[in-house]
């Protein structure tokens, strides 16, 4: 069965403390890696899209990471607007499956 | 339109009642997806439209949910007899194409209650 599992749950961050998000995956052939982010109350927001192992994409603050088994979010110098959960989804090659969601990361930046 | 637009925001619902969620894609979009998030858990994938057709209604959690999408665009997910384990908020996407490697754009999502 294809899962995506992401850690922490959630993470609590002081202002300028960098860290990474992880996402790691179990699936039958990797079409793309997807991450989102989530504000309360508001539906996803795309963030990036990674095809390959040893891919990365950046965005501000954000760079994202993939391997065979498992992607990295990682926030450097985190301000407190970065607050969100962060979601990982994965679209894999067989069949008519769309995007599988892991459950996120509820990020905490604190001033 | 500019981004994926979803009504009602929220609905309130009795138990026993049936309720329709609208969702209107991102014009151009052919694939469109329904999808529940229910506290505390992921996306629960339910459904999936390429075009007007949805090849694949296995996602759907019972009978009681249906789903239609007319002329390529607006989609509309139907749940009879709700019961209060549909409480959820349930989100629709669309993106260019189906899969292809193409994003999916999310609308704010429908805050369902049933009570």
């Known amino acids: 069965e294809d899962q995506v599992t992401q850690s922490p749950e959630a993470l609590r961050l002081q202002e300028g403390e960098s860290s990474s998000l992880n996402c790691s995956y179990t699936?039958?052939?990797?079409?793309?890696l997807f991450w989102y982010r989530q504000d309360p109350g508001k539906g996803p927001e795309f963030l990036f899209t990674?095809?390959?192992a040893g891919e990365e994409k950046e965005k501000e603050r954000l760079k994202a990471t993939l391997t065979k088994k498992e992607s990295f979010l990682h926030i450097t110098a985190p301000k407190p607007e970065d607050s969100a959960t962060y979601l990982c989804a994965v679209q894999i090659n067989s069949g008519n499956t769309p995007l599988v969601f892991g459950k996120g990361t509820r990020l905490s930046v604190i001033a | 339109g500019a981004g994926v637009s979803q009504s009602p925001s929220n609905k309130v619902t009795e138990k026993g009642k049936d309720v329709e969620l609208r969702c209107d894609p991102i014009?151009?979009?052919?694939?469109l997806y329904w999808y529940r998030q229910s506290l505390g858990q992921g996306l629960e994938f339910l459904i999936y439209?390429?075009?007007?057709?949805?090849?694949?209604k296995s996602g759907l959690p019972s009978d009681r949910f249906s789903a239609e999408r007319t002329g390529g665009s607006v989609s509309t997910l139907t749940i009879q007899r709700t019961q209060q384990e549909d409480s959820a908020v349930y989100l629709c996407?669309?993106?260019?194409?189906?899969?292809?490697?193409?994003?999916?754009?999310f609308g704010q999502g429908t805050r369902l209650t049933v009570v």
């Open positions: 699936v039958s052939g990797l079409r793309g």
């Open positions: 996407a669309s993106s260019l194409v189906w899969q292809a490697n193409t994003e999916a754009f």
């Open positions: 014009s151009g979009h052919t694939a």
């Open positions: 990674l095809y390959s």
């Open positions: 439209f390429q075009g007007n057709s949805a090849p694949d």
